[in-house]
């Protein structure tokens, strides 16, 4: 069986050649198409860094199974490997050439987050984290941050893109965290954000109808660096990453109750 080091070299290798391309791309002319809605793109550049990682995957973790955003679905043939990708988080951001976006790669054995990585191209910072071992950026240790005090604190969300539509928006909760935070930012790539938690940029992170493949390398990365990640109630993040915040533990509590008032 392939270690959790082999896995750990291959997920940084892999995150880093789609960064690549990323970066070679980036602010050129780009196909750009919609999926559910037509606030919801799709570049050339997030199909062909889902090809890279993928046909590498085949080529040398032909047993291992595939989640990831668009369209690579394969079962595994017995390895207890599941590889969770997001080849580019913060697809709006790329395609209007505003700089915060990266690649997703978490490795789940047995459905326990094992392995995580996420690398912003741009920036050249290569965050990851393995089960049990801690959280690093660039092979520095990273730790969220010690604030406390909710009102004291910097926080991100986002909203999904049936936000245009759907009652269920997020923007009460937003307009909660704006009048009781220090700031709340809306950055684009939900990845980054449980990142930015890790290292303390920000002390907390909360959304609402996202993906497994958002999910899975960062909410391991936040609670190797010390951080809490739940559900918006407080229990255990689903598998499908659909509710999830995450924080530096002391303001979860804090967070929580903004997100389900009484
Ligand atoms: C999106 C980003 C964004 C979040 C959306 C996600 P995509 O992922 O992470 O920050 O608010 O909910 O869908 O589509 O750019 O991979
Ligand atoms: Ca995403
Ligand atoms: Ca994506």
Redesign the pocket.
Known sequence: MPDIEDTLALASRLAREAGAVQRERYETELRIGTKSAPV???TEV?RRCEELIAGALSQERPADAILA?EGTSRSGRGSGWLWVI?P???????AHGYPR?CVSIGAEHEGIRTVGVVYDPLLDELYHAVRGAGAFRNGAPIRVSRESDLARGLFA?????DVHHSADDNLDAFGRFVKSARAVR??????L?LCYVASGRLDGYW?R???A??VSAGALIVEEAGGRVTDLRGGPLPADGSRIVASNGLVHDAMLALLSPR
């Open positions: 919801d793109l799709v997030d955003e997001d580019l988080d913060g697809t709006v951001n790329y976006f969300t986002g909203f999904a893109y809306r950055d684009g790539s939900a990845a954000d959304e109808k996202l993906h493949w958002d």
